[in-house]
């Protein structure tokens, strides 16, 4: 069985501060991971993935995240956060299931509150 | 117009109450699933469809049943609602080449 950890259920960090939300998975089996982010009132947008390739992926608006195989975690980076990226963060990991099936597991969020 | 679309937005109803939830997409895409989401839960999975014809329950299926209507088209119904099941409902959509899960909006349901 496949699982994801999000230690921080709630990240607090000054505008322009940098930022770490830490997500590690267990599974058994090769993995994909991906950074899930929700905005108030709205549904969850991917933010970036890691399929296969470099270790190291990063999204449009800046964010990072490396896949450590060994430590078995994808942690989310920023160097320098912004009003506006205040919003919830899930991770996620896909892993073959029964039948076939791609199974996702989703971590529990973590909310990443910026201070002005 | 959004990709993929829940109706309602947002829905209060009384203990033994039906509820059907619908979501519509105009992605294309082939798979369609079902949460929910709890303050400090995370989602959690309810029912995924991977075509009309192949419906498979999640981790948390009971006291939930879904209809796939069409490629586009997949509700989830509540039979009886029970106070527990006040969440947050999204419904998703992948495509099979794609791992990546396009959600919808989200229905804030309050079972009273």
């Known amino acids: 069985a496949q699982s994801v950890t999000q230690l921080d259920s709630q990240v607090p960090v000054f505008e322009e501060a940098p930022v770490e939300l830490r997500c590690n998975y267990s599974?058994?089996?090769?993995?994909?991971l991906f950074w899930y982010v929700q905005y108030p009132n709205q549904g969850l947008q991917l933010l970036l993935k890691y399929l296969s390739g470099s270790t190291l992926v990063e999204s449009i608006n800046g964010f990072e995240a490396e896949f450590n195989k060994s430590q078995t975690s994808f942690h989310l980076r920023k160097p320098s956060v912004h009003i506006s990226d205040t919003a919830e963060y899930f991770c996620?990991?896909?892993?073959?299931?029964?039948?076939?099936?791609?199974?996702?597991?989703f971590g529990t969020g973590t909310k990443l509150q910026v201070i002005p | 117009d959004a990709d993929v679309t829940q109706t309602p937005r947002n829905r209060i109803t009384k203990t033994g109450k039906r509820i059907m939830l619908e979501c519509s997409q105009t992605k294309g895409h082939d798979r369609m699933y079902w949460y929910r989401q709890d303050p400090g839960l995370g989602l959690r999975l309810i029912y995924y469809s991977f075509d009309v014809k192949d419906i498979n329950k999640g981790e948390i299926s009971d006291g939930y049943s879904v209809s796939r209507q069409a490629q586009a088209k997949f509700s989830l119904s509540l039979e009886s609602a029970i106070p527990n099941q006040t969440a947050l409902y999204f419904c998703?959509?992948?495509?099979?080449?794609?791992?990546?899960?396009?959600f919808g909006p989200g229905t804030r349901l309050t079972v009273l």
């Open positions: 996620a990991v896909s892993a073959p299931g029964s039948g076939g099936y791609q199974k996702v597991t």
């Open positions: 998703a959509t992948s495509d099979r080449d794609r791992e990546e899960q396009f």
């Open positions: 599974s058994s089996v090769s993995v994909y």
